[in-house]
């Protein structure tokens, strides 16, 4: 299975910062990555998909890079509505597989 | 827009199975693949396994091969996952989730459009 190690596991910031979380694979899945969004009670939500395109609807605040097995996911200004838990997610082989999560704060 | 709506909480004996059924609305149920993902509490989620109605193919995670039945039903549109043998380690929030497109026979596993889940508690 390729592993999907997300790193930092939880992060604090100031609203308006510049918000950057990792993901690595554990072999190379060309840009075959997703980000989601999961808040408490809700559903996750795509943010992300081919590691760069920003879905339908979702603030151009966020973006994503990379390719191979290093991947980046980027909150340009950290927002109240932004607190949440953030997944990466490779397909490109199965079984598909997330990463550990994120869990986001305000400071 | 495809709207997927689950049924209901579940609860479970440690031993028995439950089925959990996602509905899908608003578009053609056979165009997509479906997955199920579970959350288990204060854990990350983790990808059981989906189905293609249109080619009846379903594939498992490894680790829910022997336990893990999904099948989809394209007269009423709904997908299903039936999990037997129960733990209390399977106590999670279940979703099913679309893919975002098929083209052809390959649907790469982009899930824009989730179920709302449902919880499932295996206790004694």
């Known amino acids: 299975d390729i592993q999907m190690t997300q790193s930092p596991s939880s992060l604090s910031a100031f609203v308006g910062d510049r918000v950057t979380i990792t993901c690595q694979a554990s072999q190379d899945i060309r840009n075959d990555l997703n980000w989601y969004q999961l808040k408490p009670g809700k559903a996750p939500k795509l943010l992300m998909h081919g590691a760069s395109n920003l879905e339908i609807g979702v603030p151009s605040r966020f973006s994503g890079s990379g390719s191979g097995t290093d991947f980046t996911f980027t909150i340009s200004s950290l927002q109240p509505e932004d607190i949440a838990t953030y997944y990466c997610q490779q397909y490109d082989t199965l079984p598909i597989t997330f990463g550990q999560g994120t869990r986001l704060e305000i400071k | 827009q495809v709207q997927l709506v689950q049924s209901g909480a579940e609860v479970k004996k440690p031993g028995s199975s439950v089925k959990v059924s996602c509905k899908a609305s608003?578009?053609?149920?056979?165009?997509?693949?479906f997955s199920w993902v579970r959350q288990a509490p204060g854990q990350g989620l983790e990808w059981m396994g989906r189905?293609?109605?249109?080619?009846?193919?379903?594939n498992y995670a490894q680790k829910f091969q022997v336990r893990a039945t999904i099948i989809a039903d394209e007269s009423t549109s709904t997908a299903y996952l039936e999990l037997s043998s129960l733990r209390s380690e399977d106590t999670a929030v279940y979703y099913c989730?679309?893919?975002?497109?098929?083209?052809?026979?390959?649907?790469?596993?982009?899930?824009?459009?989730w179920g709302q889940g449902t919880m499932v508690t295996v206790s004694s």
């Open positions: 989730a679309k893919v975002k497109y098929c083209s052809g026979a390959s649907c790469p596993d982009i899930f824009d459009v």
């Open positions: 608003g578009g053609t149920f056979s165009s997509y693949s």
């Open positions: 189905i293609i109605p249109m080619f009846k193919i379903a």
